[in-house]
């Protein structure tokens, strides 16, 4: 069986805040779901979008620490979106 990239997560501290800015984007969520701390979306291409709150991360991880910043969390998403004015409007 041939391993395939099935998902990205990123930990969120606060879920309706990135939800507002990855709907947006044009995401579609499951939002039964956003009560559990726990988000997806499928992309284009069938990869999944995941989203956890720093909650639900600790809930199975006891040693972690939420990031201080990009520097320390090591991730970073590019989109592409031709509408930039919306995206400036949550600045």
Known sequence: MTARFDALG?????????LAFYGLLGLDFDEDSE????????????????????????SFDPDFRPPTGLVESGSLLSVINHRTSIVSAMR
């Open 10 to 18: 990123i930990i969120v501290s606060d879920m309706a805040a990135t």
């Open 35 to 58: 009560a559990a701390g726990h988000m997806e979306a499928k992309l284009p291409g069938g990869t999944r979008l995941m989203l956890d709150t720093e909650e639900v991360i600790a």
